[in-house]
């Protein structure tokens, strides 16, 4: 350990908890029953905030209130510039709060302090490319069945939207969702994850700021039992809108069928790059650093299995090993920190438990391997790791680890390297590295994933849209298709004048 950059307690004093309610019609409320969950700071083992946690009541109420929000038309009927402008108004309050926002989303997850400003700032972009969106709802109209009839395709709100978000990335996949559900019309009920329900809670108060309806959306903090099973089986609730683990998304996907509600899924990830000869090899092994590193790979781009042709893989695998060496791990809230704390000490058993299995199944050790040591610092922090040898058949290989940890497997050939790519049960994003712009087009051609990154890793833009192949999950987000995710579709059929072909014939 002692030839990592490890960056010791920065001594930053730490603020007042803060104190989350759920946000029910307009109000803030605690929980009927009084009960709340305390989360304390991974990294520095200190309360940092205290939530109401909820039950079946305030999942029922939040439900309820949005039912009657949409119902009434008070957001839905609204035109879409009125819409625009408070999402407008909403990421002009982000900016103004996201060093307070930033400072709870770090407390909260243990992730870098720089980082968890760059991730609020940016969803702010989110927020305002939704209200473009909201100016345009369109559908079709067709002007060719003939000269009595017109036709009209429209696009309409889905409805009632439960959104339910994980713990990694909690403002940002927020913003992912939440904006483009409200700029279709929408309305809401949010429940962040029990680990990081602050920014969530900090945005509630920027949506009525901002002059959203009460009732629009509401907030249940709470745990996925009850609350997340009562937000996914709902009849009241018309879609579901979840990201989180594939295990959890396949258990929404059951609930809700019972009434048969539109699901969009965001999963998991086991997201390979492919490293060709002719690549710049240099930005090549920083790309991989960073996929594997950025956010303790507690991500679900996470770059976790490198593919390396034969012919490099000594080479490359030295590269990336030497820079994983100088990423800085440490105190979150020390600005030069690239690398924070894990989210939880059962999360880092399971890390090493995955390295173990491993090496035991025949793997090499590279680098780390195990949990890291901060001075001053309670923990719990992964070393970064780079395990070789590893076969396309361990589960290494094959399952999200979700920690800072890089599987290292060779191939010799392009068709190689594409069938090692598409040999998971997930599709979430890949990328491919050389100079050669067929070898790039083919492999992105050849590879079912989501997103596919060609001479990078993890650029994104609320241009593009986001989303999964197979088990990483179904539909879409941001981009113009994360607007038509909260959209249903109505044909309108008009006969135009006193055209009806009578159908009962009462001549004699
Ligand atoms: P998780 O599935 O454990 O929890 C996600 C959310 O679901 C939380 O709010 C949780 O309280 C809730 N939940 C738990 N059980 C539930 C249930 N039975 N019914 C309804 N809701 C329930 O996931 P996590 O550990 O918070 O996040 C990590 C996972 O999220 C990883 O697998 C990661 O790949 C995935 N993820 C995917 C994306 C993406 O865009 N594809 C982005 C980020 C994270």
Same mark, same amino acid.
């Given at each position: ?48 905030s205290?939530?109401?946690?909820g ?21 839905? $009927? =609204?035109?879409?510039?009125? *819409? %625009? @402008?408070? &999402?407008l +108004?909403? #990421?002009?309050?982000?900016? /103004? ?5 930033a ?12 980082? $968890? =400003?760059?991730?609020?700032? *940016? %969803? @702010?972009? &989110?927020? +305002?490319? #939704?209200?473009?969106?909201? /100016? ?12 009595d009839?017109?036709?009209?395709v ?12 994980p713990?990694n ?32 809670v ?9 002059g ?13 039992r ?115 704390a894990l ?7 399971k ?32 070393q ?20 800072p ?24 994003s ?19 994933a ?59």
């Amino acid at each position: 350990m002692r030839d990592l950059s490890i960056l010791p307690a920065a001594g930053a004093p730490l603020p007042e908890p803060f104190e989350g309610r759920h946000l029910i019609d307009g109000s803030w409320r605690p929980s009927a029953d009084g009960r709340t969950l305390d989360r304390l700071s991974p990294a520095h083992g200190a309360l940092v905030s205290r939530s109401a946690l909820g039950g079946e009541a305030e999942a029922e109420a939040a439900i309820r209130a949005a039912r009657a929000a949409f119902d009434d038309g008070r957001w839905s $009927a =609204r035109p879409g510039r009125e *819409r %625009a @402008a408070i &999402l407008l +108004r909403v #990421a002009d309050l982000i900016e /103004r709060d996201h060093e307070r926002m930033a400072l709870w989303e770090t407390l909260e997850s243990g992730k870098p302090i720089t980082q $968890a =400003r760059g991730e609020v700032k *940016r %969803a @702010a972009d &989110l927020w +305002r490319f #939704a209200a473009g969106l909201a /100016r345009g709802i369109v559908g079709e109209t067709h002007n060719a069945l003939g000269p009595d009839m017109l036709g009209a395709v429209l696009k309409e709100p889905v409805g009632v939207v439960s959104i339910i978000t994980p713990w990694n990335f909690p403002f940002w996949i927020l913003s992912q969702k939440l904006p483009f559900a409200l700029a279709a019309g929408c309305t809401c009920v949010v429940k962040p994850s029990e680990m990081t329900p602050t920014t969530t809670v900090m945005l509630g108060a920027l949506l009525l700021e901002a002059g959203l309806p009460e009732g629009v959306v509401n907030i249940v903090l709470g745990e996925g039992r009850p609350v997340g099973e009562v937000l996914a089986a709902h009849p009241a609730v018309d879609m579901v809108s979840f990201t989180g683990s594939t295990a959890v998304g396949k258990g929404i996907v059951r609930a809700a069928a019972g009434t048969l509600k539109k699901v969009a899924l965001e999963l998991g990830g086991k997201n390979p790059q492919a490293v060709f000869p002719d690549a710049d090899l240099e930005a090549a092994a920083d790309a991989v650093t960073f996929g594997v590193y950025f956010n303790v790979g507690q991500c679900c781009n996470s770059g976790s299995r490198v593919l390396v042709h034969r012919a490099i893989a000594e080479e490359f695998t030295a590269r990336v090993v030497d820079l994983s060496r100088h990423v800085r791990f440490g105190d979150p809230l020390d600005p030069r920190t690239q690398v924070g704390a894990l989210v939880s000490e059962a999360h880092g058993r399971k890390i090493h438990g995955h390295v173990q299995a491993a090496l035991a199944d025949g793997a090499t050790l590279r680098l780390g391997g195990g949990p890291l040591e901060v001075p001053g610092l309670p923990g719990p922090f992964y070393q970064p790791t780079v395990v070789e040898g590893v076969r396309p058949d361990m589960a290494l290989a094959r399952e999200e680890v979700f920690g800072p940890v890089l599987s290292v497997l060779a191939f010799d050939t392009l068709e190689e390297a594409i069938a090692l790519a598409n040999d998971a049960s997930y599709g979430l994003s890949a990328g491919v590295w050389s100079e050669n712009v067929h070898t790039c087009l083919a492999f992105a051609r050849g590879v079912r994933a989501g997103t596919i990154w060609t001479n990078t890793w993890m650029d994104g833009f609320p241009e593009m849209t986001f989303g999964g192949y197979r088990e990483s999950g179904q539909g879409r987000e941001i981009g113009r298709q994360g607007l038509e995710e909260f959209l249903e579709t109505k044909t309108v059929a008009m006969r135009l004048g006193r055209t009806w072909p009578r159908w009962v014939e009462t001549a004699p």
